[in-house]
């Protein structure tokens, strides 16, 4: 048992640090996330933050906010899933920094069981809403 432990958190660790890697496709310059849904030992999906497809590949507007219909790593994980012939029941998330609400809501929805994350959001009703939903939450710690 414990060394079954051991062996997923070995596989947390590496499946974080290639979430760090996919974030490094984000071209949003005010923070990079990257995300992977995992199921059975595959990965599924995945996902950085950026604008939706067909749209500028710019995310911040000239005052440097980030615009409004960027979307989410985590969000962009779970919809591409969504036009794939898989399926999110089940799966785990791995995210580089910690789920907002409205993509814990996305998360609750589609069925992900657990959530692997690494970096605190500033804000943690995320993370509030997704214990409440009694999803199996997980922080690693890397060095990238
Ligand atoms: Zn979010």
């Known amino acids: 048992m414990e060394q079954n432990e051991e062996k997923q958190e070995l596989l947390d660790r ?15 310059k005010r923070r990079k996330v990257g995300a992977l849904l995992v199921k059975n030992k595959m990965i599924i999906s995945d996902g950085y933050n950026g604008t939706p497809s067909g749209f500028e590949n710019v995310c911040e507007d000239e005052n440097d906010v980030t615009k409004p ?6 969000a962009n994980a779970i919809t591409k899933v969504a036009r794939s012939n898989n399926s999110s029941d ?9 789920p907002c609400i ?3 809501k996305l998360i609750i929805q589609a069925g992900i069981s657990r959530v692997v994350f690494a970096e605190n959001y500033r804000l943690s009703d995320g993370i509030e809403l ?7 939450l997980v922080s690693v710690e890397t060095d990238k």
């Open 102 to 104: 409205e993509c814990a």
């Open 130 to 136: 997704l214990r409440r939903a009694n999803v199996e």
């Open 14 to 28: 590496r499946y974080m640090r290639m979430a760090f890697i996919w974030a490094e496709n984000s071209y949003c």
């Open 69 to 74: 219909y960027v979307l989410h790593a985590e």
């Open 90 to 98: 089940g799966a785990t998330l791995y995210v580089t920094s910690s």
